[in-house]
């Protein structure tokens, strides 16, 4: 995997920062009403009215962190490379929304990311393992999980990743919030090997 130096040189060099935003964000807010305290805006039911709080973690460029900025949520997004960040606050700035940018490198540091901070939490294309209680103790009651990136039916396709320690196994994201209700779940298998989970916690 790419050291922090070389994630920040990807970042400075602008890599990541036109990606459009992941179709799996965009499915999953039609369950965003299910959030408690959802109130929609009256001429935008696709908003809420007053700002619930998400965490957009391994956040990159920050095309997760933004959308979900426009959609109306109070976002801190969250990277180990100030590159990141520093391209993050450059988007928000540009499509005229906030962000609260944080930088932590869960891997190495033994922080957390709170305790029923956050209404929403996603992660897209990042995998620790130690990070998937992390996320059940950051979510309030009723919160939903938000979680996207490589299964094992990657290892059929060339390029990154190559590591079966960097992907999901089949089924894996079930078996680790078994508590959660799960709202969509999908596994991909052509092109490219991902899985995807849209899960509340209870």
């Known amino acids: 995997m790419p050291s922090a130096a ?3 040189e990807r970042f400075a060099r602008g890599e990541h920062a036109g ?3 992941d179709p799996f964000l965009v499915v999953s807010s039609r369950y965003w009403p299910l959030l408690p305290g959802w109130t929609p805006v009256a001429d935008d039911p696709a ?3 007053a700002p619930l709080k998400a965490l957009d973690v391994a956040c990159g460029a920050g095309r997760h962190a933004v959308h979900l900025a426009e959609a109306g949520f109070a976002v801190t997004a969250m990277d180990f490379s100030p590159q990141a960040l520093t391209a993050a606050r450059e988007v928000a700035r540009q499509r005229r929304v906030s962000i609260n940018t944080m930088q932590r490198d869960l891997e190495t540091e033994s922080g957390d990311l709170g305790v029923a901070c956050f209404d929403l939490a996603a992660v897209f294309f990042y995998l620790h393992r130690p990070l998937f209680p992390m996320l059940t103790r950051c979510l309030r009651s009723g919160g ?3 979680y996207k990136t490589y299964s094992v039916d990657q290892l059929r396709y060339p ?3 190559s590591h079966r320690m960097h992907m999901l196994e089949h089924n894996e994201l ?3 919030f078994p508590s959660f209700r799960v709202l969509r779940y999908e596994e991909e ?3 490219k090997g991902t899985a995807a989970l849209v899960a509340q916690k209870p």
């Open 144 to 146: 939903l999980l938000i």
């Open 47 to 49: 908003k809420p009215a």
């Open 19 to 21: 990606s459009a935003v």
């Open 189 to 191: 298998f052509e092109g």
């Open 159 to 161: 390029g990154r990743p």
């Open 6 to 8: 070389e994630w920040d």
């Open 174 to 176: 079930l078996r680790e």
